[in-house]
Structure formats: structure tokens, C-alpha cells
């Protein structure tokens, strides 16, 4: 059963920085395009960022030139980085595969922007 185990959140100022990690067990991780959703309090998740076996990404309008995701496939794990972040950035982050999130969701990561 493939699990997925997020890290890297926290409390940040706007105009701050995090990067988020997700470690992903089980085999034929490089062949999956994952993903990072979010969902903040009374919304639905959502799909931020994505990225293919191969590497090509595709970002969500609000965070189009903040936010960089990235994999490592020999470390099984994709990264988030998200600089400028926003009070509307706040929310609980989780990946899985994407577009489709076909496996079971991890905690995810709250990460909260404020001052």
C-alpha cells in the first residue's frame, strides 16, 4: 500500500518562504505524475502544482510564479517550494498522484501565513 508522508509546514509571515517534502512509499513511484493539493478551512481541496515522471509541471493560476514543485525519484519524494506566500496560501498541503489522486491521502502539512 503506497503512503505518503508530508513535511516541511509551519507558520510563516506573508512575503515569507517554506518548502514542503512528501516521502512516498512503495515501487514504481517514478512512473506516477503526484501532485500537491490543498484545502483550507470551508473549501475544497484542490490541486496547486503537478509534475510528470519526466519532469514537466503545470501550476494553478494562484500560485503560478510562487510556488516550484520538484521530484527526486531515486529519493521517492516531490518538494514544494513556495516563496511570497500569502494569507490565502494558508491551508492543509498533501500529495498524491495527480491529476487523479488514486491512493489513500497522508495527514498532510498545515501551513499557515500570517502576521
Known amino acids: 500500500q503506497v503512503q505518503h508522508v508530508e513535511s516541511g509546514g509551519g507558520l510563516v509571515q506573508p512575503g515569507g518562504s517554506l518548502r514542503l517534502s512528501c516521502a512516498v512509499s512503495?515501487?514504481?513511484?517514478?512512473?506516477?505524475?503526484m501532485g500537491w493539493y490543498r484545502q483550507a478551512p470551508g473549501a475544497q481541496r484542490e490541486l496547486v502544482a503537478r509534475?510528470?515522471?519526466?519532469?514537466?509541471?503545470n501550476y494553478a493560476d494562484s500560485v503560478k510564479g510562487r510556488f516550484t514543485i520538484s521530484r527526486d525519484n531515486a529519493k521517492k519524494q516531490i518538494y514544494l517550494q513556495m516563496n511570497s506566500l500569502k494569507p490565502e496560501d494558508t491551508a492543509v498541503y498533501s500529495c498524491?498522484?495527480?491529476?487523479?489522486?488514486?491512493?489513500?491521502w497522508g495527514q498532510g502539512i498545515q501551513v499557515t501565513v500570517s502576521s
Open positions: 512503495g515501487s514504481d513511484f517514478s512512473r506516477y505524475t
Open positions: 509534475i510528470t515522471s519526466s519532469g514537466i509541471t
Open positions: 498524491n498522484t495527480a491529476p487523479t489522486a488514486v491512493h489513500n
